[in-house]
């Protein structure tokens, strides 16, 4: 080899050490910023029950299901629920029908009637008064005894006792129900409206009704069966929202903040990662190992972190195991959630 290459190759050989070391250096930096942390994806389950006591009637969907909010999953036996409903709409019916009469108050034919009544009473008392004075005149001379003229008074006091009744009674018709009977009467109409509420309600707590989207994990009870609330009858596991449980180190604490992003990877999906967000840190530690912690000890706590990740095609299934970096030199999110899982492309 010529002695002139020799040099030439010494400072090559050091171009390239130092471009090595540079760039692990460079990598070292990169993984220094990025913290790896390990845990299970967690999914929220819902025990699903009854909001009252019958046997069950049908149960509409299978273990496994995919199910969407609003969607009826199960239904109790409703024929009393149906029954009982009824009668309240028809009690409700026939006072609202009394409400409305008293409302309306006296009708005009009722009132001639009265008027008519105290004009026969008034004409029945002049009649009794004639009588008695006719009678009164007798009994002076002698030609009528006490007896009768006694009883030609009683005859016409009563009678003019009728045309006060008469009276009273007409002007009652004229006046109308009194606003009390009419208070009353709109009391009762409303207490049966509200019975008829609760039993339209009870009719419509006979259907089981999934309260959010997701995936049923346990078909609990069968038809026949006697369900209660106490009673779950399907278990619903929750596709949205996702998270990750994953612990950190207490060292690490100071490097991580609410809303900075992450990404989630899975052995499931390799090559394939999820976006996610810090979203919670507890603020106490999960193990503590002794009570009088040495220097070392300590270094050995860890807090839990909840990570909510973008599962827009449902990949993301309960106690599966990832790996969570989180960039802790990025921003912290202001909206995470709208930031990363509604933007086109959820899926970096």
Not at 319 to 337: F, H, Q, R, S
Request: hydrophobic share 45%.
């Amino acid at each position: 080899m010529s002695r002139k290459l020799v040099p030439l190759i010494i400072l090559l050989l050091a171009s390239l050490g130092l471009g090595w070391t540079w760039q692990r250096q460079a990598d070292q930096n990169a993984d220094a910023d990025v913290l790896r942390l390990y845990g299970n994806i967690d999914i929220r389950e819902i025990q699903l029950a009854f909001n009252g006591s019958e046997h069950l009637d049908e149960i509409l969907v299978e273990e496994g299901a995919r199910v969407t909010a609003g969607q009826v999953l199960a239904r109790l036996h409703r024929e009393r629920l149906q029954a009982a409903a009824a009668a309240a709409e028809a009690r409700l019916a026939a006072q609202v029908q009394a409400v409305a009469a008293l409302e309306a108050g006296t009708r005009p034919e009722e009132i001639e009637q009265a008027r008519a009544a105290l004009a026969a009473a008034r004409a029945d008392a002049q009649a009794a008064e004639r009588t008695y004075r006719r009678i009164a005149g007798l009994a002076q001379r002698k030609l009528a005894s006490q007896e009768q003229l006694d009883e030609a008074r009683a005859r016409r006091d009563a009678a003019l006792a009728h045309v006060e009744q008469t009276r009273a009674a007409l002007a009652l018709a004229e006046a109308g129900p009194r606003a009390e009977d009419i208070a009353a009467a709109r009391a009762v109409r409303d207490a049966l409206a509200a019975e008829l509420a609760l039993a339209r309600q009870a009719l419509a707590d006979a259907e089981l009704k999934a309260p959010a989207d997701g995936i049923i994990r346990d078909r609990i009870l069968e038809p026949g069966d006697f369900a209660t609330p106490q009673t779950p009858v399907l278990t619903l596991a929750r596709i949205d929202p996702v998270w990750v449980r994953a612990f950190a180190p207490e060292p690490t604490l100071g490097r991580i903040r609410p809303g900075l992003p992450a990404r989630i990877r899975t052995d499931s999906f390799p090559g394939k990662s999820y976006r996610g967000w810090v979203g919670y840190i507890s603020p106490t530690a999960e193990f503590t190992p002794k009570t009088v912690e040495t220097p070392d000890l300590r270094t050995r706590l860890v807090y839990r972190l909840r990570i909510p990740v973008c599962n827009p095609n449902g990949e993301l299934r309960l106690g599966m195991p990832v790996t969570v970096e989180i960039d802790t030199t990025a921003e912290p999110l202001a909206n995470p959630g709208d930031t990363l899982c509604h933007a086109a492309d959820a899926r970096p």
